[in-house]
């Protein structure tokens, strides 16, 4: 019963551990996002699921500097229709 009772406390440990970091890399993981204009005074501070995203569709370049800038502001491109 008590080896029944420490596999029931460990795999809820592991679950509330595994929720945690779910929790840290997709809500608190953001990176500082230059603006599309020319003007470095505002950064923004993006998720990473949102920089992935601009990512995939060409939102986002990184600089010479290693800096990321964002390419367009607004509705991401069309898919092509074919």
Known sequence: MR?????IVLFCLLSLCGA??????VCLHSTN?????????TILA???PALIKDVTVGGVTR???GRIR???TG???E???T
Request: charged content about 25%.
């Open 63 to 65: 600089e010479q500097s």
């Open 3 to 7: 080896i029944r009772k420490g596999k």
């Open 75 to 77: 509705k991401a491109p």
């Open 70 to 72: 964002q390419t367009y």
């Open 33 to 41: 996002v230059l603006p599309q204009q020319a003007d470095d005074s």
């Open 20 to 25: 945690a970091l779910f929790i840290y890399g």
């Open 79 to 81: 898919a092509c229709p």
């Open 46 to 48: 993006k998720s990473e």
